[in-house]
C-alpha cells in the first residue's frame, strides 16, 4: 500500500499505483477554461508533465501552481497539465486571478477517474477524498518515466527533478 504523509501522519494513498516503466493510464479530466474535456496520460505523441495537486485554494498549492506555469516556458514540445479535484469554476477563477497560463489547468472532479487510475486519492484522513501532491512524466509513446508522490503533502515537490524528467 503506498502512502505520503499529512502533518506527520501516514495517509494512504487508494487506486491503481503507477510506477515509472508503466503505460501511463488514459483519464479524460474536465478543463477550467470552458468545461472541455482534456486527456491525460497515453500516448500522445509528445511528453506530459502531469502535476497533481489538492486544491489550488492552499497556499501550498497556489505557489506550486504559480511555480510552474513560470517554468514552463522552458519547457518545449511538453503538455503541461495540473490535476486537482477543484471545481473548474474555481480553477478557472484561480487562474485568472494569478496570471496562469502556460499550463492547462484541469479537474477530476466528476468522477475521480484520474485519482483512482494513477493512485492519488488519499484515503483515512481529515483529507480522504482529495489526490495527494504528485508529479508523473510521461514520454511520447505514454511511459511513466519519472514519479514524485511528494513525502509530506503540506510541502512543495522537488521543481528541479520534476523540470529535468522532461527537459
Known amino acids: 500500500m503506498a502512502t505520503t504523509k499529512f502533518k506527520g501522519e501516514d495517509v494512504e494513498l487508494l487506486g491503481n499505483e503507477v510506477n515509472v516503466g508503466d503505460k501511463a493510464p488514459e483519464v479524460t479530466v474536465v478543463n477550467s477554461d470552458g468545461l472541455g474535456d482534456v486527456t491525460v496520460g497515453g500516448a500522445q505523441g509528445v511528453k506530459q ?7 489550488l485554494d492552499t497556499g501550498v498549492c497556489a505557489t506550486e501552481t504559480r511555480n510552474f ?4 516556458a ?9 490535476v486537482s479535484l477543484d471545481l473548474p469554476f474555481a480553477s478557472g477563477r484561480f487562474c485568472s486571478a494569478e496570471g ?3 499550463l492547462t489547468v484541469t479537474s477530476d472532479f466528476r468522477n475521480k477517474d484520474f485519482a483512482n487510475a494513477y493512485g492519488v486519492l488519499l484515503g483515512g484522513s481529515v483529507l480522504a477524498g482529495v489526490t495527494c501532491r504528485a508529479i508523473f512524466a510521461v514520454d511520447a509513446d505514454g511511459i511513466v518515466t519519472y514519479k514524485q508522490i511528494v513525502p509530506e503533502i503540506t510541502e512543495e515537490p522537488n521543481y528541479d527533478e520534476a523540470i529535468a524528467a522532461v527537459a
Not at 506555469?69 to 514552463?72: F, K, L, Q, S, Y
Not at 522552458?74 to 495540473?82: A, F, M, Q
Request: proline share 4%; no cysteine; glycine share 4%.
Open 49 to 55: 508533465l502531469i502535476i497533481v495537486v489538492p486544491s
Open 69 to 72: 506555469n513560470a517554468r514552463a
Open 74 to 82: 522552458e519547457l518545449d514540445g511538453v503538455k503541461t497539465t495540473i
Open 100 to 102: 496562469i497560463d502556460k
